[in-house]
């Protein structure tokens, strides 16, 4: 029962085979092969929309670069509280930007709230405390829910009122995207984006991740920012070839289907057993869940792993004393076996 997270699950077969198809032979490198240039052009028909695709080796990477790209001396990108970007990045993306800095904004449940993030940049417009430099949002967020399409124009609205651009952090963009049912477009540029993170490890590739320009025309000097980061590939074409996999047939949307289907089966058990609650309505494929700690322990002793999990800002009182909130992350690779047997167990 494997539910610590979607990075421990392996690669789907199909990105396997693609891999190994594309091992004989000889391409041209640093993303220069035939089979870079075919998966650019799927990026486009997939955005409906000519976009500049880089292959990079993490999200950390994506992230981190998206600043760089955009970076401006004393630069200040906001970003959730709890974001990837600020809590899980090690500095990556001040040290890659030179020195520009997160700002924190709060806002329920790893979504950052409006009038919050209109309050946060009004801080900063002198001299002395920096100048705003972009908005960073997380979608699917680091709480597992997400941001509605008019949520994401709303923030994007004030992105525009302040000249900045705005980056998406889709670590599990797909998983965020089937379940709001809508294209890549509408989820992204139609509502403002200029900057997307594509995840594509979480979600069955074996090592897969993009930094995607909405607008080409932004993305003139970034060859030259991914080559100082040591980001850019000599055998790109294997990050190339799982992206065609990825994509053929709609494979991604299943596998991202399949992993949130999970999570609905999972939350299903949690809501019945009465001995663990949902802390919140899962939106993805991720699922935080409330529990006596001598509960995590017996299914831990019982095979299922799982973290715990420091409660967000907005939901400080959410465990009692002898309680822990926990997060189970379902993953393409997730059996309906292990998710029945978890049930079992909490039952
Ligand atoms: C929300 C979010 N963003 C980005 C990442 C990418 O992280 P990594 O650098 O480990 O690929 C993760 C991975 O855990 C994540 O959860």
Redesign the pocket.
Known sequence: MHFA?D?WAGAHPKIAESLSKHTDGFAAAYGTSALDKAVAQTFNEIFEREVAVFFVA??????SLAQAAIAKPGGVTFAHRE???IA??GGAPEYLTGGARLHPVDGPLGRIDVDNLKKAITGYNNVRAGQPMAVSI?Q???SGTLYESNEIAGISAVCRENGLPMHM?G??FANALVSLGCSPADMTWRQGVDML?F?G??NGCWCA?ALIFMDPARAEAFPYIRQRAAQLFSKSRFIAAQFEAYFEDNLWLDLARHSNSMARRMADHIATSGNVRLAWEPRGNEIFAVMEKATAARLRDNGALFYDQNPPHSEKHLIGENETLVRLVTSFATSTEEIDRFGDLIA
């Open positions: 997270s990075n993490t999200g950390t990477a994506a992230n974001a990837h970007t899980d990045e997380t699917l967020t680091e952090d670590a599990r993170s995840g490890t979480k991740e």
